[in-house]
């Protein structure tokens, strides 16, 4: 795949706030469920969510041994849908922070459910997806069971605890010894389930089958061959492997769990039972078991719809802003929101407060950009006086209820610089008032009790330097965009760039535009110094310029000068060039924002996650980044983060994938007592596999006759990932704190991570391995030496790994960070015949001699399968059940 030209993901403070579900004495509360807007109404949907939620919450109550069920959940409506008395309006929630989406595919024929995981073992999930037909479609329950009973009990173990799937799509079989016996098994759990190993062949609905051949090259089953569990098990185990057969009815444990299996969960969970990994969870340590055969709560639904958006910017304008050219600076960042990066037809509203706090603007609908415009005029210029944030806060509330009686779902902007003593006077009105705040700290004596505000209610958490040549404080304005789903009507950021440019001297730049972006389309320049623009000259793909004179400047705000294209924007690279002639050096930026080209086609989207917000030394922070087109991941990229300290240099770093082709992912060992700032650039990007995760269900039924699914239609690589060529795009993340660290100097405490996609395979009498470079500190910099260990017991290897036969590395040097390692080796002291396995893990050392965690545990198997294939003859002509297109 070609290498995208840029993409910038701008981490400013922490992102998209995770799952708010409380678990109260074994019950699920808070469980947010979310329609995508684009969907046309249609009330089954409800009706099939709380009928697959019910059904559901017993199973789970059984399946956890009558320790957890869902107790509250809450239901989005799309804003389009027609009101009905029983819906209530959204407070805190919003599409964006639900725990369960229903949305349409990412594939055609995809409607797999799947859950989106960044992390590791043990740590919760991103989001549920179900499509609509999932829901709809009664004829999919051959396919995977009851959508209620098995399916979302799935997903959400993925989901809240963090285990993985005990299939394995792309490893389906791996060589077992039994009685010291060599078989070809498939890889499941538990390994009791029975079955028979076939390969179908169909055309249109009529299907042959036969039994599996041995492939002579990878000793195991030839490509295509399925493992067909029998209907019919005494299994009960496992939810995580195949949840649609009928005797499954609980997690594997330690007494069922395959260890040998080439499974996901193995492989993240050390090899970990799926039931192991729940009862080490906050969940199970803070629950008991209910000493009863039911859950003892029915679930209940709350109906929440959505409605207009509701904006009240709330600014400080007290002595400090005085400072730093701050007042100038908040005028340019608010500026740019209003104009470019609130959604049309929100409703905004503007407040100032210093010691009081005084309405600027009423609230207004954004129907005509006369709107935003005449919304502009009302921002401040000047600053004085004391700091009352909950005067301000009040004010905003008064402001909103010129739309609404109440305050559920409206939001408020607060922006400060200083501290207040008298936060904790309103903590309690802000937490019960139903809006979102969403918190602008700005330079390094904003006050610390902000953040308490966003975290009671949902909202993001910014944190903006003064630093001369960040755009951090527009790059936060720009991230607070609406969490409706509505992605083609949201603002996407293309470009954040600055820089102190000397007199007479250039700031030179690309920015591209992408084929799904063009719309609303504005260039703006800003400068910190001058009252008059600097020279610019932008030109488009096709050799169009624009000049200083094409860009308006506002009488209002000399310090900004925007262009707005007209139409859609041609798609390619446009050239900026920015000559300083100033008198002296200034700051001089660039900020590009777009919006979808087209309905039809989703944009380019990025979205970012932090592991914690708030952290304790030495545990390090991780930052998780995807990018996708709708639910089309975006692959093949290099991410670059820059951590911008509250004080001190800013410190770059390249993300790199963990290994497995999941997700990007970088551990930051950055150590503040405060908020850090974060800036992502990427180079294309990887994305978190979206791929299939639900194999079709195959069915002994009677004597020897199968019942089957037809095969959905084979899907290419090219299908599954967007293929867009270069394109730009900036997001803005989030602000951490780390805590309890210690002053002055410390020492190296950060091992390298722990490799996670060891392989191993033989070639001829030789063993080769592969896996990605760790880091010095975790996946940061180079480890000095790698630690090889091989063994004929793959517990051996998990549990006593000192101690296993050790695998001579002198030549091995190892690679930079995200690197691809290969290393092949002849065996000492080991016979290589005939049903010869050997089990392979590696660690990797740094240069302070701290030592990664063990990885995970491979086998390379020397197995030369018979001619004849083990199962017994299968009937030719088979039962099919179409699947749905």
Same mark, same amino acid.
């Given at each position: 795949?070609?290498?995208?030209?840029?993409?910038?993901?701008?981490?400013?403070?922490?992102?998209?706030?995770?799952?708010?579900?409380?678990?109260?004495?074994?019950?699920?509360?808070?469980?947010?469920?979310?329609?995508?807007?684009?969907?046309?109404?249609?009330?089954?949907?409800?009706?099939?969510?709380?009928?697959?939620?019910?059904?559901?919450?017993?199973?789970?109550?059984?399946?956890?041994?009558?320790?957890?069920?869902?107790?509250?959940?809450?239901?989005?409506?799309?804003?389009?849908?027609?009101?009905?008395?029983?819906?209530?309006?959204?407070?805190?929630?919003?599409?964006?922070?639900?725990?369960?989406?229903?949305?349409?595919?990412?594939?055609?024929?995809?409607?797999?459910?799947?859950? @989106?995981?960044?992390?590791?073992?043990?740590?919760?999930?991103?989001?549920?997806?179900?499509?609509?037909?999932?829901?709809?479609?009664?004829?999919?329950?051959?396919?995977?069971?009851?959508?209620?009973?098995?399916?979302?009990?799935?997903?959400?173990?993925?989901?809240?605890?963090?285990?993985?799937?005990?299939?394995?799509?792309?490893?389906?079989?791996?060589?077992?010894?039994?009685?010291?016996?060599?078989?070809?098994?498939?890889?499941?759990?538990?390994? =009791?389930?029975?079955?028979?190993?076939?390969?179908?062949?169909?055309?249109?609905?009529?299907?042959?089958?036969?039994?599996?051949?041995?492939?002579?090259?990878?000793?195991?089953?030839?490509?295509?061959?399925?493992?067909?569990?029998?209907?019919?098990?005494?299994?009960?185990?496992?939810?995580?492997?195949?949840?649609?057969?009928?005797?499954?009815?609980?997690?594997?444990?330690?007494?069922?769990?395959?260890?040998?299996?080439?499974?996901?969960?193995?492989?993240?969970?050390?090899?970990?039972?799926?039931?192991?990994?729940?009862?080490?969870?906050?969940?199970?340590?803070?629950?008991?078991?209910?000493?009863?055969?039911?859950?003892?709560?029915?679930?209940?639904?709350?109906?929440?719809?959505?409605?207009?958006?509701?904006?009240?910017?709330?600014?400080?304008?007290?002595?400090?802003?005085?400072?730093?050219?701050?007042?100038?600076?908040?005028?340019?960042?608010?500026?740019?929101?209003?104009?470019?990066?609130?959604?049309?037809?929100?409703?905004?509203?503007?407040?100032?407060?210093?010691?009081?706090?005084?309405?600027?603007?009423?609230?207004?609908?954004?129907?005509?950009?006369?709107?935003?415009?005449?919304?502009?005029?009302?921002?401040?210029?000047?600053?004085?006086?004391?700091?009352?944030?909950?005067?301000?806060?009040?004010?905003?509330?008064?402001?909103?209820?010129?739309?609404?009686?109440?305050?559920?779902?409206?939001?408020?902007?607060?922006?400060?610089?200083?501290?207040?003593?008298?936060?904790?006077?309103?903590?309690?009105?802000?937490?019960?008032?139903?809006?979102?705040?969403?918190?602008?700290?700005?330079?390094?004596?904003?006050?610390?009790?902000?953040?308490?505000?966003?975290?009671?209610?949902?909202?993001?958490?910014?944190?903006?330097?003064?630093?001369?040549?960040?755009?951090?404080?527009?790059?936060?304005?720009?991230?607070?965009?609406?969490?409706?789903?509505?992605?083609?009507?949201?603002?996407?950021?293309?470009?954040?760039?600055?820089?102190?440019?000397?007199?007479?001297?250039?700031?030179?730049?690309?920015?591209?535009?992408?084929?799904?972006?063009?719309?609303?389309?504005?260039?703006?320049?800003?400068?910190?110094?001058?009252?008059?623009?600097?020279?610019?000259?932008?030109?488009?793909?096709?050799?169009?310029?624009?000049?200083?004179?094409?860009?308006?400047?506002?009488?209002?705000? @000399?310090?900004?000068?925007?262009?707005?294209?007209?139409?859609?924007?041609?798609?390619?690279?446009?050239?900026?060039?920015?000559?300083?002639?100033?008198?002296?050096?200034?700051?001089?930026?660039?900020?590009?924002?777009?919006?979808?080209?087209?309905?039809?086609?989703?944009?380019?989207?990025?979205?970012?996650?932090?592991?914690?917000?708030?952290?304790?030394?030495?545990?390090?922070?991780?930052?998780?980044?995807?990018?996708?087109?709708?639910?089309?991941?975006?692959?093949?990229?290099?991410?670059?983060?820059?951590?911008?300290?509250?004080?001190?240099?800013?410190?770059?770093?390249?993300?790199?994938?963990?290994?497995?082709?999941?997700?990007?992912?970088?551990?930051?060992?950055?150590?503040?007592?405060?908020?850090?700032?974060?800036?992502?650039?990427?180079?294309?990007?990887?994305?978190?596999?979206?791929?299939?995760?639900?194999?079709?269900?195959?069915?002994?039924?009677?004597?020897?006759?199968? &019942?089957?699914?037809?095969?959905?239609?084979?899907?290419?690589?090219?299908?599954?990932?967007?293929?867009?060529?270069?394109?730009?795009?900036?997001?803005?993340?989030?602000?951490?704190?780390?805590?309890?660290?210690?002053?002055?100097?410390?020492?190296?405490?950060?091992?390298?991570?722990?490799?996670?996609?060891?392989?191993?395979?033989?070639?001829?009498?030789?063993?080769?391995?592969?896996?990605?470079?760790?880091?010095? =500190?975790?996946?940061?910099?180079?480890?000095?030496?790698?630690?090889?260990?091989?063994?004929?017991?793959?517990?051996?290897?998990?549990?006593?790994?000192?101690?296993?036969?050790?695998?001579?590395?002198?030549?091995?040097?190892?690679?930079?960070?995200?690197?691809?390692?290969?290393?092949?080796? &002849?065996?000492?002291?080991?016979?290589?015949?005939?049903?010869?396995?050997?089990?392979?893990?590696?660690?990797?050392?740094?240069?302070?001699?701290?030592?990664?965690?063990?990885?995970?545990?491979?086998?390379?198997?020397?197995?030369?399968?018979?001619?004849?294939?083990?199962?017994?003859?299968?009937?030719?002509?088979?039962?099919?059940?179409?699947?749905?297109?």
């Amino acid at each position: 795949m070609r290498v995208f030209k840029s993409l910038v993901l701008l981490f400013l403070v922490p992102v998209v706030k995770g799952s708010r579900v409380q678990l109260k004495n074994g019950g699920y509360e808070d469980i947010v469920i979310a329609i995508n807007p684009e969907l046309p109404e249609d009330h089954n949907i409800i009706r099939n969510i709380q009928d697959m939620v019910k059904e559901a919450s017993t199973y789970l109550f059984n399946a956890t041994k009558q320790r957890f069920f869902f107790k509250a959940v809450k239901i989005i409506i799309p804003l389009h849908w027609l009101p009905k008395p029983e819906y209530l309006s959204v407070k805190t929630e919003s599409y964006d922070k639900a725990d369960v989406i229903v949305a349409n595919p990412f594939l055609k024929y995809g409607d797999n459910p799947y859950t @989106l995981q960044y992390g590791g073992c043990g740590e919760k999930g991103r989001y549920i997806h179900f499509t609509p037909n999932f829901l709809l479609n009664d004829t999919l329950y051959n396919i995977y069971g009851s959508r209620g009973t098995k399916v979302f009990v799935h997903e959400w173990a993925h989901l809240r605890w963090g285990v993985f799937d005990e299939y394995n799509n792309d490893a389906p079989f791996y060589v077992s010894v039994n009685s010291g016996k060599e078989t070809v098994e498939a890889t499941r759990c538990s390994a =009791d389930i029975t079955g028979k190993y076939i390969v179908q062949s169909c055309t249109g609905n009529s299907c042959t089958t036969r039994e599996c051949e041995y492939d002579q090259q990878t000793k195991l089953y030839e490509a295509g061959c399925k493992f067909v569990p029998e209907k019919t098990q005494n299994a009960p185990a496992s939810i995580m492997y195949m949840q649609s057969l009928p005797s499954v009815v609980e997690f594997c444990d330690q007494s069922t769990h395959n260890k040998k299996a080439t499974n996901m969960q193995n492989k993240m969970c050390n090899y970990k039972s799926t039931w192991e990994v729940i009862m080490n969870s906050t969940d199970f340590s803070n629950t008991s078991p209910i000493n009863s055969a039911s859950p003892p709560f029915e679930t209940s639904f709350s109906l929440l719809q959505t409605k207009d958006r509701v904006v009240c910017l709330v600014l400080d304008v007290s002595g400090s802003m005085d400072r730093y050219n701050r007042i100038n600076r908040l005028y340019q960042a608010a500026e740019i929101f209003l104009l470019q990066i609130i959604e049309m037809d929100s409703w905004v509203g503007i407040v100032t407060f210093e010691s009081t706090a005084q309405i600027t603007c009423n609230l207004r609908q954004i129907v005509t950009e006369n709107v935003r415009h005449d919304l502009t005029k009302c921002l401040p210029t000047s600053a004085g006086g004391g700091t009352n944030i909950c005067a301000g806060v009040r004010k905003g509330f008064e402001v909103i209820k010129q739309k609404y009686s109440n305050l559920d779902g409206s939001e408020i902007v607060l922006l400060t610089v200083g501290e207040d003593s008298g936060m904790s006077n309103c903590l309690s009105e802000v937490k019960n008032s139903g809006s979102i705040i969403h918190t602008v700290a700005w330079g390094p004596n904003a006050a610390p009790e902000l953040e308490q505000f966003s975290d009671m209610t949902g909202g993001l958490k910014f944190y903006a330097t003064d630093t001369v040549d960040s755009n951090g404080l527009i790059d936060a304005f720009s991230g607070i965009s609406s969490g409706s789903g509505s992605i083609s009507e949201q603002p996407i950021q293309l470009e954040s760039t600055a820089q102190s440019v000397a007199v007479k001297q250039w700031m030179n730049g690309t920015v591209t535009v992408d084929s799904t972006v063009g719309k609303d389309t504005f260039f703006v320049v800003t400068w910190d110094r001058s009252t008059s623009p600097p020279d610019i000259l932008l030109r488009d793909p096709k050799g169009k310029e624009y000049r200083t004179s094409n860009f308006t400047v506002s009488d209002l705000n @000399l310090r900004t000068a925007q262009l707005n294209i007209a139409g859609t924007a041609e798609v390619g690279d446009w050239l900026h060039w920015i000559q300083n002639n100033h008198t002296e050096s200034q700051v001089i930026s660039m900020i590009v924002t777009s919006r979808a080209a087209s309905l039809a086609a989703p944009p380019v989207t990025v979205k970012a996650q932090m592991n914690k917000d708030t952290n304790n030394f030495p545990n390090p922070m991780v930052i998780y980044a995807e990018v996708s087109q709708g639910f089309l991941p975006v692959l093949g990229a290099t991410v670059m983060a820059t951590v911008e300290p509250q004080t001190g240099s800013a410190v770059e770093l390249r993300l790199l994938d963990d290994g497995s082709g999941n997700l990007i992912i970088t551990f930051l060992t950055f150590l503040s007592t405060h908020f850090v700032v974060c800036i992502l650039e990427c180079l294309c990007t990887l994305l978190p596999n979206l791929s299939l995760r639900h194999e079709q269900l195959f069915f002994f039924l009677g004597a020897g006759e199968i &019942k089957m699914n037809a095969p959905r239609p084979e899907t290419s690589n090219e299908e599954i990932q967007a293929n867009l060529g270069s394109f730009n795009r900036v997001a803005t993340g989030g602000s951490f704190v780390v805590k309890n660290v210690p002053s002055g100097g410390i020492t190296d405490m950060f091992p390298p991570c722990k490799i996670t996609d060891l392989e191993a395979e033989f070639e001829e009498d030789k063993i080769h391995l592969s896996w990605t470079a760790p880091g010095n =500190d975790f996946d940061v910099g180079q480890a000095d030496r790698y630690i090889i260990k091989m063994s004929e017991s793959l517990l051996d290897l998990r549990n006593t790994f000192e101690n296993a036969t050790s695998v001579n590395t002198s030549s091995l040097v190892p690679k930079p960070a995200g690197t691809k390692e290969s290393f092949q080796f &002849k065996p000492e002291n080991v016979t290589i015949e005939n049903s010869t396995i050997i089990y392979f893990a590696i660690r990797a050392i740094d240069n302070a001699s701290l030592t990664s965690e063990v990885s995970n545990v491979v086998q390379a198997a020397q197995f030369v399968p018979p001619k004849e294939s083990l199962p017994d003859t299968l009937p030719t002509e088979v039962i099919t059940n179409s699947v749905p297109k």
